[in-house]
Nanobody, 124 residues
C-alpha cells in the first residue's frame, strides 16, 4: 500500500503561482512512476503531468506545458507540481497518483494509488 496526501492548493489570482506537494507513506516510493491529474467541476479527470522513478523524465499535457513543472525528491518521498502563469481554466481538484508500471502514464487507468486531492481555484 502507498498512501498519498496532496497539499498546497488554494485560491490564487490569474497569473499567479502555486506549488503542490504530494507526500507518500508506505512502500518504496521510488518504485513508482508518479502522475498529477486534475478534475474540474462537472468534468472528467484529465492528465496534467508525470515524472519517472528517478525524476529524469517528465511528461506534460499540452495545456500546461511551459507553465507547470513536476519533480520529485525520493529521499523525502514527495512529488511536486510547480504551477506558474495560472489561468482560470486551471481551476480544478488536483490529484497525485502512483503507477507501478510506468506505461501509458497519461491514462488514469495506469495508476493504482491515488490521493484525495487538493482544490486549486484561479480567479480572473
Amino acid at each position: 500500500q502507498l498512501q498519498l496526501v496532496e497539499s498546497g492548493g488554494g485560491l490564487v489570482q490569474a497569473g499567479g503561482s502555486l506549488r503542490l506537494s504530494c507526500a507518500s507513506s508506505g512502500r518504496a516510493f521510488g518504485n513508482y512512476f508518479m502522475g498529477w491529474f486534475r478534475q474540474p467541476t462537472g468534468r472528467e479527470r484529465e492528465f496534467v503531468a508525470a515524472v519517472s522513478w528517478s525524476g529524469s523524465a517528465t511528461h506534460y499535457a499540452d495545456s500546461v506545458k511551459g507553465r507547470f513543472a513536476t519533480s520529485r525528491d525520493n529521499a523525502k518521498d514527495t512529488v511536486y507540481l510547480e504551477m506558474n502563469s495560472l489561468k482560470p481554466e486551471d481551476t480544478a481538484v488536483y490529484f497525485c497518483a502512483a503507477s507501478g508500471s510506468g506505461t501509458y502514464v497519461r491514462q488514469a487507468q495506469s495508476y493504482i494509488y491515488w490521493g484525495r486531492g487538493t482544490q486549486v481555484t484561479v480567479s480572473s
